[in-house]
């Protein structure tokens, strides 16, 4: 993570004094999924994730498994978590994780196909595909 420092107006005081600032750099997102191989899949179907890497606790509690694009750091962190045996609750669900895709129509195509697209606004041009866990991803070509 890179650290650059400078003025920072909050704590400079406007007198020229040197203040810290971050920029951070997102990392990954993490779903809790209830079966992780039937996740993975899934993204792996849907929007062509591949797992990356995976972290297996000692005593088998949980597993990790991290999913990347292969185009940029940025990755999916799905956790399975071995007492977990009712679904997650989700709330209103009003949160989601957005994919840029080459192929809108294609990518819709397959979606249908798959079953799993919960929401469409054709005046915004956007749809919204929901994961085994009940997750939303958006969908949008720009």
């Known amino acids: 993570m890179a650290y650059h420092t400078g003025l920072c107006p909050r704590h400079a005081g406007g007198r020229g004094k040197r203040g810290f600032f971050m920029h951070a750099r997102f990392l990954h997102t993490n779903f809790n999924v209830l079966d992780l191989e039937k996740s993975i899949r899934f993204y792996r179907e849907a929007l062509g994730l591949r797992e990356v890497r995976r972290v297996n606790a000692p005593d088998g509690s949980f597993v990790i498994a991290f999913l990347g694009d292969g185009e940029t750091d940025y990755g999916l962190e799905l956790t399975w978590m071995r007492d977990r045996k009712e679904p997650y609750n989700l709330g209103d669900n009003e949160i989601h994780i957005a994919f840029r895709v080459p192929d809108k129509k294609a990518a819709h195509d397959l979606h249908e196909r798959m079953g799993c697209i919960c929401y469409e606004n054709r005046d915004m041009d956007l749809y919204f595909i929901?994961?085994?866990?009940?997750?939303?991803?958006?969908?949008l070509d720009r």
């Open 130 to 139: 929901s994961d085994p866990d009940g997750y939303w991803i958006e969908i």
